[in-house]
Each structure stands twice: as structure tokens, then as C-alpha cells.
């Protein structure tokens, strides 16, 4: 690859308030470099946001099946949240779903600081357009987007937040529940927390 070839590094802070509606944004998203995951991703996973969504999910990254698929959620954590949806009386092609990065770290591990900083000026302009009055955040990483590094799931669940005049609840990431097994703390809080907000929306 020649200079002349290399990508243009362009600044999601500066571009992504810009783009304001969905498919623009999902279009800009796989010309961005500027982060070291831009190097290991197969594909670029921008969301999904099915028209008129109320609800909207937040996870951490995409994983390997997302990375592959283009879409979140998609893996063994994907098919616990659609039963857990549909448990809750939520269909998920009814759901906006992102992740805190958009590009998949390495071995699947936790985004660090930097990556996840970087790519929260896309998570923000995506929220504005979508503009759901309830989100869930799925795991730790996507509740340090919504409140902050000192937050952690065992003492911010159990209450619906409100942030920039929105519903928000945090819950583990389903993940997490399959770790910790069918009889769980995490897999039962999940549980309870998307009724939650299952009742918030309806």
C-alpha cells in the first residue's frame, strides 16, 4: 500500500454530529480509522434501528458472529436476549440494538478507554437520531457510557436512571448470565430489568 493509498483519519467528534440521520451514519462508519481496532475488524457494526423503536439496547462490542455478520447481537449472547425479550413481551425486530464500539477488540476483549472514547462521538449522534425515551445498557462498558467510570451495575440496577431526558436502566450483559449459569444473580436481574423496561415503553 502506497501513502497515497492509506486511509484518511478522519475525527468522529467533528463527523458524526454532522450526519444526522441513520443511514448516513451507518454509511460514514466503515471510513473510520481512528482507532486501533479499525486494523482488526472485519466489518464495521454500526446497529440496527428498526423504524419507530422506543426501546433502544446498548451493548459492549461486537463479537466474532457480529464481526461477521454485520449485525449485533447475533451469537450464542444474541439468542439469551431474544428469549429474554420475548419473555418480557418484546419482539427484538421492535428494538434498536448498538454497541459502546463498533468494530470488534481483538480475542473479544473489554474496549479500552481510548477505543471506547473514540467512539462514543458515533454512539451519541446515533442516539440522537434514534432519540428513544428508554435505553438498557448491557454490561459495564455501556453503562460507563451512560453514567460514568465510577458507575457499576451491582449498585445502578434496580433503578431507572434518567439521563439527557431519558429512561434508562442498567442491567449485565447476557453474557455475563450465560457465565453465570440458568440459577445466577446476573441471568435473573437481566430478566427483571428488561420487563422493566419492557412496562417503561408500553
Known amino acids: 500500500m502506497t501513502a497515497a493509498d492509506d486511509p484518511v483519519i478522519v475525527d468522529p467528534a467533528a463527523v458524526a454530529p454532522t450526519l444526522q440521520t441513520w443511514d448516513r451514519l451507518a454509511a460514514a462508519m466503515p471510513d473510520c480509522y481512528a482507532c486501533p481496532l479499525s486494523v482488526s475488524r472485519t466489518r464495521v457494526v454500526p446497529g440496527v434501528f428498526p423504524s ?41 425486530a421492535e428494538v434498536a440494538v448498538l454497541n459502546t464500539v463498533k468494530c470488534r477488540p481483538p480475542g473479544n476483549r473489554t474496549p479500552r478507554r481510548r477505543e471506547a472514547a473514540t467512539c462514543r462521538s458515533w454512539l ?39 439521563v439527557r431526558g431519558r429512561a434508562l436502566v442498567p442491567t449485565y450483559h447476557p453474557a455475563a448470565a450465560m457465565r453465570f449459569g440458568p440459577q445466577g444473580a446476573p441471568l435473573q436481574a437481566l430478566r427483571a430489568d428488561l420487563a422493566t423496561a419492557a412496562a417503561l415503553v408500553q
Open 52 to 92: 419507530g423503536a422506543r426501546l433502544l439496547l446498548v451493548g459492549e462490542a461486537p463479537g466474532r458472529s457480529e464481526d461477521e455478520g454485520g449485525l449485533p447481537f447475533i451469537g450464542r449472547s444474541g439468542q439469551l436476549l431474544d428469549q429474554l425479550l420475548a419473555e418480557a413481551g418484546l419482539q427484538r
Open 124 to 162: 451519541d449522534a446515533q442516539v440522537e437520531v434514534i432519540d428513544p425515551p428508554v435505553i438498557v445498557t448491557l454490561g459495564g462498558a455501556a453503562l460507563t457510557w451512560a453514567l460514568g467510570p465510577k458507575a457499576r451495575i451491582t449498585t445502578a440496577r434496580g433503578t431507572v436512571h434518567e
